[in-house]
């Protein structure tokens, strides 16, 4: 499906990234991950439906091992059906995909890329990495396997706050926590750019489309952030969002926002994950903060999924090039 632009107004993309239960179980350290429970049944149709009365479009990045699974086959063939735009968000999950080998990546990526196409019909075209994991190996498979774009990055400098503040609630081994050492990256990631740019590998290109935190501020601004804002006050979450928006038209910033399946449920639908931040804000309050939010958006912004964010920056003139450094 074309999303059709409106006036003069800029673009914002959105996502969504298909975490599913048994995965926050697994980085939880939490029992019973293994039998890959999902709620894919309950939050798939409440945000197409949400999507389809705001008339948008948006990308959807889907985990492998949930496209492998026949349990999952009509709420992601939905989706597809739906028009929205089907992304490779790794096949098992694993936030420390920037240990693997390059070989590792090839077979991660290739997996997850089987198993989607096989159920959705769509070739992904896009990948955003399991806890914005990236690398210049991840990068390069990528560009190898003829991705037009990652978007993987997250400016912000809380990176280790958050990481501070999983390692002390999870339930992990120390050699599982030693995989974590770099989940949701340093401080230097703030000085990461929020306008989309090229990676520069050798020969080998991609366009990045990072997931827009608060410009000037590099504070996330996603919307599992804005729930757990709403657990305080929906006005302040709300107002909180508008400042995020404003400061981007301010610096001309097109803002790619994220969602979770979490943001269309809480603890009363998924018990399992009440330990997830926000997930103690009933789902009809949750609901209407994504419909104020969609409305003020859709006021401000044409909105488009990540691959036409992606095209638009190809088609526009001179992007900045980096080359990636190694994390």
């Known amino acids: 499906m074309k999303t059709k632009l409106r006036g003069n107004k800029p673009i914002a993309s959105l996502s969504l990234d298909l975490d599913n239960v048994w995965s926050f179980l697994k980085n939880q350290g939490a029992p019973g991950?293994?039998?890959?429970?999902?709620?894919l049944d309950i939050a798939v149709p409440r945000f197409l439906d949400i999507f389809q009365q705001w008339n948008v479009?948006?990308?959807?990045?889907?985990?492998?091992?949930?496209?492998?699974?026949?349990?999952?086959?009509?709420?992601?063939?939905?989706?597809?059906?739906?028009?929205h735009e089907i992304g490779n968000h790794s096949f098992y999950h694993d936030p420390w995909l920037h240990l693997y080998s390059e070989d590792?990546?090839?077979?991660e990526v290739a997996l997850a890329e089987q198993h989607i196409k096989r159920v959705t019909h769509q070739h992904p075209i896009g990948f955003r990495g399991p806890g914005y994991s990236f690398s210049p190996a991840v990068l390069k498979v990528l560009a190898r396997r003829g991705y037009e774009y990652d978007a993987s990055t997250f400016p912000t400098f809380l990176g280790p706050i958050a990481r501070a503040y999983y390692l002390m609630t999870c339930k992990l081994s120390k050699e599982e926590r030693k995989k974590r050492e770099a989940l949701f990256g340093g401080f230097k990631d703030g000085l990461q750019p929020l306008k989309p740019y090229q990676w520069k590998m050798g020969k080998d290109k991609l366009t990045e489309i990072?997931?827009?935190?608060?410009?000037?501020?590099?504070?996330?601004?996603h919307f599992s952030y804005i729930m757990y804002i709403s657990t305080f006050s929906s006005e302040a979450a709300l107002l909180y969002l508008r400042i995020a928006l404003w400061l981007c038209k301010l610096t001309h910033v097109q803002p790619s926002l994220l969602f979770h399946p979490t943001d269309f449920v809480s603890q009363e639908d998924v018990p399992e994950l009440s330990?997830?931040?926000?997930?103690?804000?009933?789902?009809?309050?949750?609901?209407?903060?994504?419909?104020?939010?969609?409305?003020?958006?859709?006021s401000q912004f044409n909105v488009v999924t990540v691959g036409q964010h992606a095209k638009s920056v190809a088609d526009a003139h001179k992007i900045p090039v980096l080359v990636p450094q190694k994390r």
């Open 275 to 298: 330990f997830f931040p926000g997930m103690s804000l009933p789902t009809y309050k949750k609901l209407a903060i994504v419909n104020k939010s969609l409305e003020i958006i859709s």
């Open 210 to 221: 990072p997931v827009t935190t608060m410009p000037i501020f590099k504070v996330p601004i």
């Open 57 to 83: 479009t948006i990308t959807v990045f889907i985990v492998g091992q949930d496209a492998a699974l026949e349990k999952n086959t009509k709420a992601l063939q939905a989706i597809a059906n739906a028009g």
């Open 33 to 39: 991950w293994e039998t890959f429970p999902s709620y």
């Open 104 to 107: 590792e990546i090839e077979q």
